[in-house]
């Protein structure tokens, strides 16, 4: 678990700062310049944090509020919600946008640590990971162009399909829904998985050497070995690439916008997509806050029920 | 899982994984107008050179790539030693409360992008922000600094205390204390923020397509989506062109700076 909480003190005990140490001791507190001496040290942070983050959220949350078309705005309260409720659009992207969570989920994860752990001390084993982990170092929007040029209608994924022979799996995969929605998972879970397996080696190297020799000599091996012993040891690993995956793919944008723009009709829209459309395409600016408040909620919920049923006590405080 | 079985699987991946690399490499390589309306398996010409000055100059991406990498370093450097300055003053400076600053500060790493969008250009549009260097520059500081001051900060609680008193008994100031002293031992720690920040600034699409729109100010991801959309006046070997050119910073970051690469996401796994 290391890796992943670089710098977080390894001791359990409390950690004594030297500031904490000053606050007892009056000759030095002296000599650190009393308390408002260190605010010019967080001013910088604050500023900028508090303009153009802390107050644009709760800017967003009050503008929900409100029927604003970016010129003119009348208050209307839980409007904008309830209108929400009703809209096909909404109910579109949101299933769309719970497709993208639960295949970012099974995809990437799942491919991410049977190649970690299939590709792990074997030979060549680092090629494999290598080509895998590339996708990921390059970013989301040349990865979309990529993969647009793989599925257009005359695009490569047609192509190979029908050199295979395979001519009734054709699609014109980005103009038909659900096709489009699925094309680009499967696209994202090409760029994505990398990190996955990147994550699981690290878990992976991290399993003592001592528990799989005892596994191995009370006669386990290959399958059982896996489910019993090192997914166990993965756990941790695992609850880290499950939560980041639930998080960003609520998050996918840049993918879908390059891809479709959120069409044809807006059928492969997610929320993020919603949200972006409304407000800056169509001048639904309040309604576009709301979509944006409630995409907010079911990240930060989500995130938060997560973390809190899956983090192991050591790393909850 | 079988040897052999294994063996296959790993194979497959690799190939699944490698071939649309290999068709972006291969088809950057056509002629623009050479192009014969299908992908190309083979590669047969070498235009790569033309393909890209094509995708650099005419399509702009030439000057929106200066771009980012201006708002990428700059922005990077920025957001770390800001948020080193606010990590110092939570960690080792006596501020009152600092568990609320620092959760103030956090808080910014974990909404969604979207929920800053239509205030930020409302904000720019009224202080003539909008469209400017400047005004991307501020929000690319300002949204690197939540999660670099949590890397930071983080790192700089397990530096010993004795260290920070020993420094304060000999009488330097605080800024002596942190630049000769904090900023030297947290290096690794701050390239690592500084590459993760890198990264994710060069990468950013959505701030680039809301806050700015003409190519002097448009960060490289932007331009290579307006190039894309333009797909059929310039042709898929120019746009292919400009996802390569787009991504030789990023990998190059990745290839050299592995570890410090690596540290940076799978810090951000926490």
């Known amino acids: 678990m290391s890796a992943f909480t670089t710098g977080r003190p390894r001791r359990r005990i409390p950690v004594r700062t030297p500031a904490g140490g000053a606050r007892h001791n009056g000759r030095q507190s002296r000599k650190m310049g009393g308390p408002l001496a260190a605010f010019p040290w967080l001013l910088p942070a604050l500023a900028l944090v508090g303009v153009l983050l802390v107050y644009p959220f709760f800017r967003s949350v009050y503008g929900s509020l409100f029927e604003d078309n970016g010129f003119s705005r009348s208050f209307v309260g839980l409007d904008n919600y309830s209108r929400l409720a009703e809209d096909p659009i909404f109910s579109r992207s949101l299933l769309n946008t719970l497709m993208w969570v639960a295949g970012t989920l099974l995809l990437p994860v799942l491919l991410g640590l049977l190649i970690a752990v299939a590709t ?15 996708p990921y170092a390059i970013s989301g929007a040349a990865t979309a162009v990529l993969w647009n ?4 209608t005359d695009g490569a994924v047609n192509q190979m399909l029908r050199a295979f022979g395979l001519d009734g799996l054709t699609h014109s995969w980005l103009l038909e829904w659900p096709h489009n929605t699925l094309a680009m998972i499967v696209a994202s879970t090409w760029q994505g998985t990398g990190l996955n397996v990147v994550l699981f080696v690290i878990g992976l190297r991290a399993i003592p050497r001592e528990t799989v020799e005892a596994a191995s000599l009370d006669g386990a091996s290959g399958w059982r070995m896996f489910l019993y012993v090192t997914l166990p040891q ?36 997610t929320l993020a997509l919603t949200m972006y459309r409304e407000t800056f395409r169509l001048f ?23 973390l809190r049923r899956q983090m192991p006590d050591s790393a909850r405080n | 899982m079988g040897r052999s079985a294994r063996t296959v699987f790993v194979v497959g991946c690799a190939l699944l994984w490698l071939i649309p690399l290999y068709l972006l490499v291969v088809n950057a390589l056509i002629p623009a107008d050479a192009y014969p309306g299908e992908p190309s398996w083979l590669p047969e010409h070498f235009a790569l050179w033309d393909n890209l ?12 790539f200066v771009n980012s990498l201006i708002y990428a370093v700059v922005c990077g450097a920025a957001g770390v030693v800001v948020a080193a300055m606010a990590a110092f003053a939570v960690v080792v400076l006596p501020v009152p409360r600092p568990a609320a600053w620092f959760w103030l500060i956090y808080s910014g790493t974990v909404f969604p992008l979207q929920i800053f969008l239509a205030p930020l250009f409302g904000l720019y549009a009224d202080t003539n922000l909008y469209d400017s260097r400047l005004g991307l520059m501020l929000i690319y500081a300002a949204w690197a600094v939540p999660f670099a001051f949590f890397l930071i900060r983080n790192q700089m609680t397990t530096m010993p205390p004795e260290v920070t008193e020993a420094a304060l008994l000999d009488g330097a100031s605080f800024r002596r204390l942190f630049w000769q002293i904090h900023v030297p031992l947290l290096l690794p720690g701050l390239g690592a923020a500084f590459i993760f920040q890198f990264t994710a600034v060069w990468n950013d699409l959505l701030f680039g397509i809301t806050l700015s729109r003409s190519p002097e100010v448009q ?7 307006t190039l894309n959309t333009a797909y059929g006046s310039s042709g898929p070997p120019v746009i292919l062109a400009g996802a390569l050119i787009v991504s030789v910073p990023t990998l190059l970051v990745f290839l050299v ?6 540290r940076g996401i799978t810090t951000n796994a926490s």
């Open chain 1, 284 to 306: 639904h600016v309040g309604y576009g806050s709301a979509i944006a408040v409630v995409l907010t909620v079911i990240v930060v919920a989500s995130a938060w029920l997560y």
């Open chain 1, 234 to 269: 993965l756990r941790a690993v695992t609850v880290v690439v499950v939560g980041m995956a639930i998080v960003n793919s609520l998050k996918a944008f840049d993918m879908i916008w390059i891809l479709t723009k959120g069409g044809p009709s807006r059928s492969s829209e």
């Open chain 1, 149 to 152: 040029f793989m599925l257009t």
């Open chain 1, 120 to 134: 792990y001390r074997m030979r060549f084993g680092g090629v494999a990971q290598l080509l895998v982990v590339l």
């Open chain 2, 257 to 262: 700076f592995r570890g410090l690469f690596l």
């Open chain 2, 219 to 225: 960060p490289v991801m932007a331009a290579l989506t």
């Open chain 2, 53 to 64: 000055r094509t995708a650099w100059d005419e399509a702009a991406i030439g000057s929106s």
